[in-house]
């Protein structure tokens, strides 16, 4: 995952993106906007990127919901 990410981060980011990879993969990080804004260093922009992650087999999983919210909250910090 680190080596995905080109920029400085604090803790609650570092693990709010170990939790988003652990979850999800990080092939996803890799083809995702969330891991470019970051890469641009647009930290006030990656806590929607979190939300956008929560569908599923074509749903919208509250369990997802839930999880992207508190990675989005630990991001922000």
Not at 51 to 72: C, F, M, N, Q
Request: charged fraction near 30%.
């Amino acid at each position: 995952m680190l080596r995905l990410i080109e920029t400085t981060f604090d803790d609650g980011q570092f693990d709010a993106l170990v939790s988003f990879a652990f979850n999800l993969g990080s092939g996803a990080l890799q083809r995702s906007t969330l891991r470019r804004k970051i890469n641009r260093d647009d930290h006030l922009a990656v806590p929607a990127e979190f939300r956008r992650w929560v569908w599923a087999g074509g749903r919208k999983l509250k369990g997802l919901v839930r999880r992207r919210k508190a990675e989005a909250v630990m991001y922000a910090g």
